[in-house]
C-alpha cells in the first residue's frame, strides 16, 4: 500500500502513512478545508450563503 501524500510504501505505525509527516500533511490538508465533503442539503447551502453574506459585509465595512 502507498502513501497517498508522497506514494512511498506505508509504515504500520503510521498506516495508511509512511510518516508522522505525511499524516500532519493530510490532518492539516482536513484543518484548512482543502478536504470536503459535499452537500445538497438545502440547510447547508442556506447557512453557506448566509456565512458567505456576512464576510462580504465585513470586509466592506472595513476601512482601507
Known amino acids: 500500500m502507498a502513501c497517498p501524500i508522497c506514494e512511498k510504501e ?3 505505525k503510521y498506516r495508511p502513512f ?3 509527516r505525511c499524516a500532519d500533511v493530510d490532518l492539516g490538508r482536513w484543518l484548512n478545508g482543502s ?3 459535499p452537500s445538497d442539503d438545502p ?7 448566509e456565512a458567505l453574506t456576512m464576510a ?4 466592506m465595512s472595513k476601512p482601507h
Open 35 to 37: 478536504y470536503a465533503v
Open 43 to 49: 440547510e447547508d447551502l442556506e447557512e453557506a450563503a
Open 18 to 20: 509512511c510518516s508522522k
Open 10 to 12: 506505508t509504515d504500520i
Open 56 to 59: 462580504s459585509n465585513s470586509e
